[in-house]
């Protein structure tokens, strides 16, 4: 049987997976290398070895993509699913815009108001609340 611990463990390695597949800019990176990979970065003087190999870099990026794509979408339904169970949560509109980080325990309010995510890392300024009543 899985014990809390266990489940804690999952949820933070899965947490910590998302961060990584969520920082990497696969899109730009194919792109990128297409370019740097294609018949006209030869002519413009890249060497045959770096278009060969910026080839075979976008043919491995193209092949994780959907996994990358996976992995965003199960960690994110994941966290919806806890933050419906949960009240330790902070509200969608005060998530870290880094890494959409809404735990209540990984988000320290500074003095100043501003917010430090410890789990990216990522300070920022809360939104401003509307006040209730007008």
């Not at 899109?27 to 060969?52: C, H, M, Y």
């Not at 193209?62 to 992995?71: C, I, S, T």
Request: charged content about 30%.
């Amino acid at each position: 049987m899985i014990g809390e611990e266990d489940i804690a463990r999952i949820q933070n390695e899965l947490g910590e997976l998302a961060l990584a597949a969520l920082r990497i800019d696969l899109d730009g990176f194919i792109e990128a290398s297409e370019l740097i990979g294609s018949p006209q970065a030869l002519t413009s003087g890249i060497s045959p070895k770096a278009v060969a190999s910026a080839g075979q870099w976008a043919e491995m990026a193209r092949l994780l993509k959907p996994f990358r794509d996976h992995v965003v979408e199960r960690v994110a339904a994941i966290r919806e699913e806890l933050a419906e169970k949960s009240e330790a949560f902070v509200p969608a509109e005060a998530a870290c815009p880094g890494c959409r980080e809404r735990r209540v325990d990984d988000l320290a309010i500074n003095d100043d108001d501003s917010v430090v995510c410890a789990t990216c890392g990522r300070r920022y300024e809360l939104a401003p609340r509307e006040e209730e009543g007008g």
